[in-house]
């Protein structure tokens, strides 16, 4: 029996009729806070100042609560309080896998007429790194035959600042944010942080929600905000063509990129884009990625399914197919999911695939499962947003007399 730690949080008792937050401050760019300041009458003049302040107390320091910005005025913090949030969404659930990764189910409040939304976000601790899974959609558009996610209907983007909170609550959690007595100002280091890479790798297609991963991501590498390295980030795309080029222009970090077949044939199953953008034109838009070099690879994700993609000659198709790419393949040990009807390959062929491509020249890491226990490894991801909703309707039926519905 695995030892897993689940903590619950208690649902709303009404769920219908929930009335949306305040608009938050959080994934806003600097001229968006600074005019969400000049909205409330901070003075032109104090704007910019101000704008620095929040900046600082939001993403260096982790503060979710106005109260606490001890160098802005006490009028100052009851507007902003007024008219705005910065509270972090709502954990319903958090669990604990034996390995250590983390899996939490956050509720974000309804925006508009809408109703709240839940994603899933996943934090591997390593070695070396603590890398935190990101969500960019609350459920996927795409309907890869391999992933839990995909199974699920598409509800909507996330925003920029729902983004950017998945990353606050985690080092929230993680105590990695400094110690309330440290002196306002301080320069926070970067070393000893437990978040050390984000990865755009959780539920949804993050370059069919391009500009609020793109705000969000922004803010993440900012060097006075979260201040994570471009470098130590990676936006994972299921090929999206198009927005590829984009992505190296205006973001500008790391690109992974899930191939997982060799043959339009079989990636038109597994990853059905591929009938929209097959793997030629997908690997030219790899090709001509803004800044690609050998200290700036991009990762092909490649799902090692038994008798579907994993003979040794997909291995040396793959070879050739990558063949002047700068390029890291990792191999990922299919992760079941309740309903899935692949396997994964066996360990002795998945060690014989990697060792086709380690010869051409090319590092290819096994990725070891993480979280598999509790549904938090590669490819298994899903909200329960679905199986609430239909709860919530049994509720909300049984409560309405006969004829009144």
């Known amino acids: 029996m695995t030892d897993i730690a689940v903590h619950p949080v208690p649902r709303p008792a009404a769920p219908f009729a929930v009335e949306a937050d305040p608009p938050s401050l959080i994934g806003l760019s600097r001229d968006a806070l600074g005019a969400a300041l000049a909205e409330i009458g901070v003075p032109e ?3 910019r100042m101000r704008v620095a302040q929040l900046w600082n107390w939001l993403y260096g320091r982790g503060v979710a609560d106005f109260g606490a910005m001890a160098n802005i005025g006490k009028d100052l913090r009851t507007a902003l309080a007024q008219r705005f949030t910065i509270a972090r969404p709502q954990i319903v659930s958090e669990q604990v896998s034996t390995d250590g990764t983390r899996k939490w189910l956050l509720r974000f409040p309804p925006r508009g007429a809408g109703r709240p939304v839940e994603v899933e976000a996943v934090y591997i601790p390593e070695e070396d790194r603590g890398t935190l899974c990101v969500s960019s959609q609350v459920g996927c558009t795409l309907t890869c035959s391999f992933c839990h996610t995909g199974t699920q209907r598409m509800v909507r983007n996330l925003t920029a600042g729902e983004i950017v909170s998945q990353i606050l609550l985690a080092r929230d959690r993680l105590g990695d944010f400094p110690d309330a007595a440290t002196p306002v100002g301080a320069v926070i280091p970067n070393e000893g942080r437990r978040v050390t890479n984000v990865v755009m790798m959780g539920m949804g297609e993050p370059l069919y929600n391009f500009d609020n991963v ?27 063509v198009p927005e590829i080029p984009r ?34 034109e997908l690997l030219a838009a790899c090709r001509a990625y803004p800044g690609l070099s050998n200290a700036r690879r991009i990762t092909f994700e490649y ?12 291995a040396r198709e793959l070879v050739r197919l990558l063949r002047g790419i700068p390029a890291k393949i990792n191999l990922i040990p ?23 491509i380690n010869r051409a020249g090319y590092a290819s ?22 199986r609430l909703r239909a709860r919530e309707r049994l509720a909300l039926e049984a409560m309405i007399p006969a004829g009144e519905g």
């Not at 009938?275 to 030629?280: E, F, G, R």
């Not at 890491?365 to 679905?386: H, N, V």
């Open 45 to 47: 003049r104090q704007v």
């Open 214 to 240: 793109r705000d969000a991501l922004l803010t993440v590498s900012d060097g006075e905000g979260i201040a994570l390295s471009k470098r130590r980030i990676t936006l994972s795309t299921s090929g999206v």
């Open 247 to 280: 992505a190296g222009e205006e973001i500008g970090v790391m690109l992974a990129v899930s191939l997982h077949a060799v043959r339009d044939e079989l990636r038109d199953v597994l990853v059905p884009i591929n009938k929209k953008y097959p793997i030629a």
């Open 303 to 314: 799902v090692m399914l038994k008798d579907v993609n994993d003979t040794l000659a997909d």
């Open 334 to 356: 299919f992760n079941p999911w309740p309903g899935s009807s692949y396997e994964c390959s066996d360990w002795e062929q998945i060690e014989r695939f990697a060792e086709v």
């Open 365 to 386: 890491p096994i990725r070891t499962p993480r979280g598999r226990d509790i549904l938090a490894a590669c490819g298994q991801l899903k909200s329960e947003s679905e």
